[in-house]
């Protein structure tokens, strides 16, 4: 079998127990590399052209516009084919409720024919948001598991519980 996690993951000024801090590594990178590092995953991390802001209210303030108006971040790089891949890991934080608008860039015109998606979300508090259902929306052919929330706070020490959920749902 073999996995791929698509993933965006924000370093630099974070929202963390309830206060904006900075953090060196995005939360969903450990998240990310958990998967590669125990199950073997290519890594496809979704970076955009156009850098958010490093301020992190400012930042949030793109993301909401991003979302409201339904845009699609051009990336640095895009995939052109998953077909050798079984499992496919979309992971990203949770930003007003849904994934990064990057992720959409990532993941829209793949095919998703025959595959398994498994989401996962870090956040602050508000879980998978609408999250699995923005995903089944814009991909058809797939097999959706029940996704994994991580507190971000939390992901840098979420090895076992990433593994757990991993193992028990490929």
């Known amino acids: 079998m073999k996995n791929l996690v698509i993933y965006y993951s924000r370093s630099g000024e974070n929202y963390v127990n309830g206060k904006i801090t900075k953090i060196d590594k995005g939360n969903t990178e450990y998240v990310a590399e958990y ?13 955009t052209v156009k850098e958010y802001s490093k301020n992190y ?14 845009e699609r971040p051009q990336l640095k790089k895009y995939l052109d084919d998953i077909s050798e891949y079984d499992n496919i ?7 007003w409720g ?7 860039s990532a993941i829209e015109g793949l095919d998703f024919t025959g595959k398994k998606v498994l989401p ?10 609408h999250s699995e259902s923005d995903l089944k ?6 097999e ?3 996704g994994l929330a991580i507190h971000g706070a939390d992901a840098r020490n979420s090895e076992n ?6 193992k028990d749902n490929i």
Not at 57 to 70: G, T, W
Request: one cysteine or more; charged letters at 25%.
């Open 35 to 47: 998967i590669r590092d125990n199950f073997g995953a290519d890594l496809f991390k979704a970076e």
């Open 57 to 70: 209210m400012d930042c949030i303030r793109e993301a909401q516009k991003e979302l409201d108006n339904d």
């Open 89 to 95: 890991f979309i992971a990203g934080p949770c930003w």
């Open 98 to 104: 849904t994934y990064p608008m990057a992720i959409f």
């Open 120 to 129: 996962i979300m870090t956040h602050e508090g508000s879980g998978m948001g």
């Open 137 to 142: 929306r814009r991909i058809s052919g797939a």
């Open 144 to 146: 959706f598991v029940k």
């Open 161 to 166: 519980k990433v593994v757990k959920w991993v």
